[in-house]
């Protein structure tokens, strides 16, 4: 059974204002979805997907740095930081925060800790794709519809 | 009525994200935008030329004939290889370039490095991520230099001289695999 524009528009609202509450996005996803228009219409998914793709890059390069003998922090650090930037700049808070707390791990040379972040970060990172791809779905089919979204 | 011309920002990031980011504040701000992905590449992009042993000569650059026009250059400050600030001291050093106006960006509060970068002649300092209102800081920025064009060029000779030889601490021989811009 299809939903109607309004029951979609609906659960659009629920799932965007939820994933704010639950810290997986700030306000600065809200900046996106403002210099979003007319004229550039998937600028948020346009983002989003280099975000992804960087996202993959990025955790696959602190893996392979982590499992090194010895560990190359100072390398790892350069990755975090990298990582810390771009989720900042896509308003993926959660993601952010932990890069934050791996970038002190690697300041203090701990691999463990490293280890740990690098969990959670690719935890974080898969349930923050899942929730996007879902909003970003939402929004086709509202379109699709013939509705809009603000 | 007169038309007024687009301003032309310059913008130099080596995160794709951020590029698309800036790119798309300053088209809302209808300005003209050219990104590029390092320091090295926007001074290309500005007609100086790397000398091969060390620093870019600026006698030899300003003879390079400019076909571009570029009213304001933004940049981030932690690049791999050449820094923003480091990017930021070249245009400084350099006759023809020295008047357009440098913004930084950076993701880090570092108040040393903010000032560095203002005492070097950067006009803004910006937190990533940018915001609207900060790209809304950087009409008065053009304004003022669209006007300076037209005074004196005499005068700042004796400037460039004078800001040559500042501060020769910051410049050491670039990293390439580390980011080097630790506070």
Partial sequence: MTMDVNQLQAKLREHQSAMFQQGFLDDQFSQLQKLQDESTPDFVLEVVTMFFDDSENLLKNMARCLEQVPADFKQIDAYAHQYKGSSASVGAARVKSVCATFRSFCETKNLDGCMRCLQQLQQEYSLLKNSLQYLFRLQNDIKAAGGSFS | ?183
Avoid: W
């Fill in chain 2, 1 to 183: 009525m007169a038309l007024e011309t687009r301003f032309h920002v310059l913008a130099v990031d080596d995160s794709l994200i951020d590029r698309m980011l800036i790119e798309r504040l300053l088209k809302t701000s209808s300005f003209n935008v050219t990104t590029v992905d390092s320091a090295t590449k926007a001074l290309k992009f500005l007609g100086l030329v790397e000398d091969e042993l060390r620093t870019f000569e600026t006698s030899v650059a300003s003879e390079i004939h400019q076909d571009v026009d570029v009213n304001l250059i933004i940049t981030d400050y932690c690049m791999p290889g050449m820094t923003g600030y480091d990017l930021l001291r070249k245009i400084k050093e350099s006759k023809s370039l020295k008047n357009i106006p440098v913004v930084i960006m950076s993701s880090e509060n570092v108040p040393s490095r903010i000032n560095r970068c203002l005492e070097e002649g950067a006009e803004e300092f910006f937190l990533k991520p940018v915001q609207q209102a900060d790209v809304n800081k950087l009409k008065p920025h053009l304004m003022k230099s669209r006007n300076k064009g037209d005074q004196d060029q005499e005068q700042e000779q004796d400037q460039h001289f004078h800001n040559k030889r500042k501060d020769m601490e910051a410049i050491s021989s670039p990293n390439k695999t580390r980011l080097k811009c630790s506070s």
